[in-house]
């Protein structure tokens, strides 16, 4: 196979994967345009016949609705912009340490890091809700955060950047006389910066998608994300008004798909150097 129909075929697989992917959405926006009995009864049809956008609206406004969606959109954007920053920032330092610090035992450290990544998130939920229980730490944002920070994964990510960043600009920092942590906050991070923004964009999809532990942790209806907020919503007040729920399903991507946006050309290289395929 000559190398330009080679490239034809993986560019023609590269748009049939794409609208495989593309076509829930597109179903997803064309239905929250359509009325609940359309939304019901219209079958496959893709554009809709009476466009509205009083799902929107009603859904926004909540006419009529008693539930506090603007509140659980809130609560989602928080605590995943909270998360992911505590999250970055702690696995920066400790992946910095373990990669390029005189740490004890940071032979043995790194695999135990690693290894926890092979732990089901299952067997960890009991304890971490017991634990929440008694600190009295349950339905707070505290609980919709503080379960995601300091993640393996992000220790792991950074761990392969570090390990190879160029000695030579630390110990020209050093003859400045400039300390570790300035070393660290002034050359290191500025330069693993695609790195990090793939680290963010990973933890705040994690953090703003969840739905089983914020459905555990809350209890009261201003306390939940938008994740938990749809589920509910779904089995209650729009269980046979298709349209509305998408239009609240399609509002919730909105800021998942902005916060990919602004880091996609980082994300883009962050994971290019990382090594993942």
Do not use: C, H
Request: charged share 10%; glycine share 6%.
């Amino acid at each position: 196979m000559g190398k330009k129909k080679k490239s034809i075929l993986l560019v023609s697989i590269a748009v049939v994967v794409a609208i495989l992917f593309l076509m829930p959405l597109f179903w997803m926006l064309s239905t929250s345009f359509k009325t609940d009995t359309e939304a019901l009864t219209g079958g496959l049809n893709w554009i809709p016949q009476n466009f509205t956008i009083e799902n929107y609206t009603y859904t926004l406004l909540g006419e009529g609705l008693n539930v506090p969606v603007v509140r659980w959109m809130f609560n989602s954007i928080f605590a995943g912009l909270v998360g992911t920053m505590i999250i970055v920032s702690i696995d920066a330092m400790a992946a910095y340490g373990l990669a390029r610090l005189d740490v004890p035992f940071k032979k043995y450290l790194f695999p135990l890091f690693v290894s926890t990544l092979m732990i089901p998130f299952v067997i960890t939920f009991l304890p971490m809700y017991m634990q929440f229980s008694n600190l009295g730490l349950l339905n707070t944002y505290a609980a919709l955060i503080l379960p995601y920070t300091a993640n393996a994964f992000g220790v792991f990510l950074l761990y392969q950047f570090f390990k190879t960043f160029p000695k030579e600009l630390e110990e020209a920092a050093k003859l400045d006389g400039a300390n570790k942590w300035q070393i660290f906050i002034r050359i290191v991070v500025p330069s693993a910066k695609p790195i990090l923004w793939t680290l963010s964009i990973f933890s705040f999809m994690m953090i703003y998608n969840d739905f089983l532990w914020p459905l555990v942790a809350t209890s009261s209806p201003e306390m939940r994300t938008i994740a938990t907020g749809i589920a509910v919503m779904q089995q209650g007040s729009f269980v046979s008004s298709y349209g509305k729920l998408m239009a609240l399903t399609s509002i919730a991507t909105i800021p998942a798909v902005i916060v990919f946006i602004i880091g996609q050309r980082y994300f883009i290289k962050g994971v290019t150097q990382s090594g993942i395929k």
